[in-house]
Every structure is written in structure tokens, then in C-alpha cells.
């Protein structure tokens, strides 16, 4: 298919990759063009000048960029440009509010759009195994499939429009309250003298286990917080489930904590640190 990608971050360079080793005809865009033309250097796509230019024959328009206000420029400066019955998929993590708000303006052109954020982080773009979720009707879904299977290990249609950013939003919910649990956790074993290492060991093959668990705790232990999704986009990603819990009237106790605990990260200077260094605010002198 002709495709195109919009935001060649550390998830959309992997992702588009993926689409081109498919055997894809992917034309990519990124606002900065050198960017875009490594990406073209490595994958043998085409770099475009424009999000118009990138858009011209797309049959499938891709994108994954920072917040609501990107993709409304983005997504708007592609409507005018792409052929009738294109689809847009926008796989960056936004409200519902902007889902649905792009979903009409796409109707209204001849358009559609999948509201399809991904969860996985810069490992699952690299590796192909991200988990998605998708907000569309199913003839639609079933039209993009093929597409997205190409770098997902889960993929699933959680409902109409917004369905699928809804869904990411209880994902990040659940990542707060794990890994601030984590971190108490960890903390506490240090001031009681214990081993994290056989901490691990012995509590990780129980109830306790999680993915934050297996993958984070020595970095964790070890304060190594170089890496990873960084505070920045979890505050961002934990404001946009607020305000929806505001407006569905959701009790969000503990996410507003942790969200709290993460400004204290920030003003240590962390933004740019992985999620995990919810520890270091527990560690700080």
C-alpha cells in the first residue's frame, strides 16, 4: 500500500521502518528533515518537504507526535491534501475529545480515522511488539489490520472513536499505581536492610510480579533513570486522563497522587528521566 508516517520520534522512525520492511511504499515526514532523510537513508522510503507533499497519494496517512495541538496541525494540514477514502491513523496519545473532533472533521472530507495510541514504549516500536488500541467502527478496523499488524503483539477494537485513547488512558492508570507501588516497595527494603536482588527473586515469582517489576527494578535500585518514557509525557498522558475523569465523573485518588509525586520529579530536575524515578523522589536527602 501507499502509506505515509508523520513524527519519526523514538516510536514513529521503528514503526515506519517496520511498514517499509513489510514491502510498503512509505513516504515519511518529520519536522526535522534531517530526520526524515536518515530515515529514508536506513529504510529506502521517500522523505517529503511538507505534511501536504507526504499526504499526496497516501492511502493510509500514519501518525505519531507529541500532543492534541500537533496532531490538530498535523491531521489538518493533511486533510486538504489526501485522495478521497483515505484513512487517517493516529497513533499518538490524546484525549478523546480530539479524537472525536478529528474523526468528523476527517467525515465531512471523505475521510476516516482510527484513534489507535500504542503501549510498549521505545522497545516495542523497535521490536515490532507493541499493544494498540483502536477507536473505529469494525468495517474500518478491518481495513487498517494488515497495516498495523505489522508491528503489533496485541491489537484490539476497544469501540467507536475515542474508544481507543480511552482504553490508553486506563493503561496509564495502572502503570501510575504500579510503579509508585514498586518504588515504595524497593525504598522500603533498603531502609530494612534487605537484599533487592533476593527481594526480587523470591516476591517476582508471585502476586507481586509485573512488567515494571522485571524490567525496572535494578535500574531502579541502582538510581539509573537515563532511558525509558520519560515524566514529561506521563504528566502529559495523566492530565488527559483527569480531565476526562472530571468530565465521566471517574474517581482517580491515587493517579492524582502519583501525577503530584511526578511534579516533584520534574522540579528535581527528572522531567526527561523513565517513569521509574518515581524511587528517586522517595531517595532525595
Request: net charge negative; charged share 20%.
Amino acid at each position: 500500500m501507499k502509506l505515509t508516517f508523520a513524527g519519526l520520534g523514538v516510536m514513529g522512525f521503528p514503526m515506519a521502518g517496520h511498514l517499509a520492511r513489510a514491502g510498503h511504499e512509505v513516504t515519511v515526514y518529520n519536522r526535522t528533515p534531517e530526520r526524515a532523510a536518515r530515515w529514508a537513508a536506513a529504510y529506502g522510503g521517500r522523505a517529503a518537504a511538507s505534511v501536504a507533499e507526504a499526504a499526496g497519494e497516501a492511502e493510509i496517512f500514519l501518525l505519531c507526535v507529541g500532543a492534541d495541538d500537533d496532531v490538530r496541525q498535523v491531521v489538518g494540514e493533511a486533510l486538504p491534501a489526501l485522495p478521497v477514502g483515505a484513512v487517517v491513523v493516529d497513533h499518538t496519545t490524546t484525549s478523546a475529545v480530539v479524537a472525536r473532533e478529528l474523526a468528523e472533521r476527517a467525515a465531512s472530507a471523505g475521510l476516516a480515522f482510527v484513534d489507535a495510541p500504542v503501549s510498549g514504549g521505545q522497545a516495542g516500536a523497535e521490536n515490532g511488539q507493541l499493544t494498540i488500541m483502536c477507536g473505529a467502527d469494525l468495517t474500518l478496523f478491518e481495513r487498517v489490520r494488515p497495516v498495523l499488524e505489522v508491528y503489533a503483539k496485541a491489537l484490539r477494537l476497544m469501540g467507536p472513536t475515542g474508544s481507543g485513547q480511552l482504553a490508553k488512558m486506563v493503561n496509564q492508570i495502572c502503570i501510575a499505581g504500579v510503579v509508585q507501588g514498586l518504588a515504595e516497595g524497593l525504598h522500603f527494603a533498603k531502609r530494612a536492610g534487605l537484599d533487592p536482588a533476593l527481594v526480587y527473586e523470591a516476591i517476582s515469582q508471585g502476586a507481586a510480579q509485573s512488567w515494571q517489576m522485571d524490567n525496572r527494578w535494578k535500574t531502579m535500585t541502582e538510581g539509573r533513570f537515563d532511558f525509558g518514557f520519560a515524566v514529561d509525557w506521563m504528566r502529559k498522558d495523566l492530565g488527559l486522563v483527569l480531565d476526562e475523569a472530571t468530565r465521566n465523573g471517574a474517581r482517580l485518588e491515587a493517579t492524582r497522587l502519583v501525577d503530584g509525586y511526578y511534579a516533584e520529579v520534574q522540579a528535581q530536575g527528572g522531567g526527561r528521566w523513565d517513569t521509574s524515578s518515581l524511587v528517586a523522589r522517595l531517595e532525595k536527602p
